[in-house]
């Protein structure tokens, strides 16, 4: 018995059996703390401005004035960084689809845009990019059956290639008004928590999965107490600290015009009131991502009435305070500048961090920096 327990763990060192860092246990020597990095800092487009062609459907005439927007990125298990956003003539246009492109080891140019999902019926919107443990791709997206995301149906789609091929869509939620924006996050207990938001009255919801979404819950959370803690706070953004609490940055929508953050320490069933930050939030999308040395980065508009100037802000406490901020772009290059919308990523390789975002929605751009930047070491 021994003897075969000896072999079997020889086998399993052999063959590639997941790390202790791919389980998402971050006590080991690849933290990248940045007092050993040196600061790096580049910025770019993934396309040149208005090259990606779109048409209308009802005209079919091709035109480069088109619709980039809502971008969300992700690194797949080879060390390729994947940007995921929907384009077409216009922001809800019956046109608009879901494309990707890619940015693979040491290459220096992003991959040409290609289309991952589109119905044709539909104009689709917001996806977000999950690569679970095994390496297998989602993409939570919305479809409109209408002409306002009021409209909006979940759905998802998936690829065990790394992008190679797709599933059809799979419809999470046929019932209106509830709409996706930013990734899942694996929670304490082994559950996939999806964080989303009604539209039509203006606050968050979630989806539980305990089977990575082969089948999933509802959570609507439709009490008046809930509603009165976190009205005017849409497309949650989530965390899983050390401790297992779950802390969520939103989108404010009241006239206080800062990130709202709202707790849980049991997994997502209850939360703490919205309480506001100090960070200034125009009314636009936010994200932030938790550090393999435990550090969190969020990434928004440093701003209380704009969508410029793009910045982040690094909080050594789970995102109650921030003690150092840096713009990730403040030169405007258009009378009124949008650049916004932005997602972001750690990579697990080398610890440096990425961000895409919508550049005034001629393009994604993007921007590759690490945590001794935002420190200023």
């Keep these: 018995m021994r003897f075969a327990i000896a072999v ?50 009802d005209t079919g005439i091709p035109q480069f004035n088109c619709n980039n927007h809502g971008s969300t990125i992700a690194e797949l298990p080879d060390g390729t960084i994947a940007a995921v956003w929907y384009h077409g003539v216009a922001e809800k246009s019956r046109d608009a689809r879901i494309v990707w ?28 990019l999950w690569v679970d443990e095994d390496g297998k791709l989602t993409v939570f997206f ?11 149906v979940v ?10 091929t797709w599933s059809p869509a799979t419809t999470l939620r046929d019932d209106y008004c509830w709409m996706t924006r930013h990734r899942p996050v694996r929670l304490a207990n082994g559950e996939l928590f999806l964080p989303l938001y ?17 089948t999933w819950t509802e959570e609507e959370n439709l009490s008046l107490k809930f509603y009165w803690d976190h009205r005017g706070q849409i497309q949650p953004s989530l965390v899983v600290l050390d401790d297992g609490t779950v802390s969520a940055l939103t989108r404010d ?37 938790r550090l393999l040395d435990g550090n969190v980065v969020v990434v928004y508009n440093d701003a209380p009435d704009a969508r410029f100037p793009l910045t982040v802000a690094l909080s050594r406490d789970g995102g109650a305070t921030f003690d150092a901020e840096k713009n990730l772009i403040d030169e405007c290059d258009a009378p009124a500048c949008a650049y916004d919308y932005p997602s972001i990523t750690q990579s697990t390789h080398d610890g440096s961090i990425w961000v895409t975002y919508s550049h005034n929605r001629r ?7 690490n945590e001794a930047w935002v420190l200023g070491n």
Aim: hydrophobic letters at 35%; a negative charge.
């Design 8 to 57: 079997l763990a020889v086998w399993m060192l052999f063959v590639g059996y997941p790390t202790a860092l791919e389980c998402g246990d971050d006590d080991d020597d690849s933290t990248f703390p940045p007092e050993e990095q040196e600061p790096l800092f580049e910025k770019g487009f993934i396309l040149p401005k208005d090259s990606l062609e779109c048409a209308p459907y």
């Design 253 to 289: 929508g009241t006239l206080d015009n800062h990130i709202k953050r709202m707790v849980s320490d049991d997994s997502g069933a209850a939360w703490t009131a919205s309480e506001s930050t100090a960070l200034p939030n125009s009314g636009t999308s936010i994200d932030q991502v």
């Design 142 to 152: 919305v479809s409109i059956f209408g002409d306002s995301w009021n409209q909006s």
């Design 101 to 128: 492109s890619l940015k693979e080891p040491g290459a220096e140019e992003w991959t040409w845009p290609e289309v991952i999902y589109d119905d044709p019926e539909h104009s689709e919107g917001n996806p977000a």
């Design 198 to 214: 009604n539209e039509c009255l203006a606050y968050p919801v979630f989806m539980r999965s305990g089977d990575n979404f082969a």
């Design 155 to 164: 759905r998802m789609i998936t690829s065990a290639d790394q992008g190679d």
């Design 363 to 369: 393009t994604i751009g993007w921007v590759h920096f």
